[in-house]
């Protein structure tokens, strides 16, 4: 039975492992490295009440990304649209789950601050 659940395990390991290895850090992906001009950040205002974290970035946060635009959109789930040099629409990732801080953190990484610019 112990001889058993070690072949188990031994084939585990050796299935993860051999798994991982196509795998990288996030920061050593090339998607890391793209940075953004602006971003919008759409959200349909009836249903900011549900987003607490989102109303707190946008109340007390936002005015740290002046190349972030909040934009009212009726019906929108709420989300961060990308833009590139040209104001053309690059990325959009939705936010809906994502705690202050990680929005925080994903601008800082992502959005050029005006001096990059």
Same mark, same amino acid.
């Given at each position: 039975?112990?001889?058993?659940?070690?072949?188990?395990?031994? /084939?585990?390991? #050796? +299935?993860?492992?051999?798994? +991982?290895?196509?795998? =990288? @850090?996030?920061? #050593?992906?090339?998607?890391? !490295?793209?940075? %953004?001009?602006?971003?919008?950040? @759409?959200?349909?205002?009836?249903? +900011?009440?549900? %987003?607490? &974290?989102?109303?707190? /970035?946008?109340?007390? @946060?936002?005015?740290?990304?002046?190349?972030?635009?909040?934009? %009212?959109? /009726?019906?929108?789930?709420?989300? *961060?649209?990308?833009?590139? #040099?040209?104001?053309?629409?690059?990325? =959009?990732?939705?936010?809906?789950?994502? !705690?202050? &801080?990680?929005? *925080?953190? /994903?601008?800082? @990484?992502?959005?050029?601050?005006?001096?990059?610019?």
């Amino acid at each position: 039975m112990v001889i058993n659940m070690l072949n188990v395990l031994v /084939f585990v390991v #050796d +299935l993860v492992s051999d798994c +991982l290895k196509c795998c =990288t @850090e996030d920061s #050593d992906d090339s998607m890391s !490295k793209i940075a %953004y001009s602006g971003a919008h950040l @759409e959200v349909c205002m009836r249903k +900011l009440v549900f %987003y607490p &974290e989102i109303v707190g /970035f946008i109340e007390e @946060e936002k005015d740290q990304f002046p190349s972030v635009k909040v934009q %009212y959109v /009726f019906n929108s789930p709420p989300k *961060l649209i990308m833009l590139d #040099d040209a104001g053309q629409q690059k990325e =959009t990732i939705r936010i809906d789950n994502w !705690k202050r &801080e990680h929005i *925080l953190q /994903f601008l800082r @990484e992502k959005v050029k601050t005006a001096s990059a610019i």
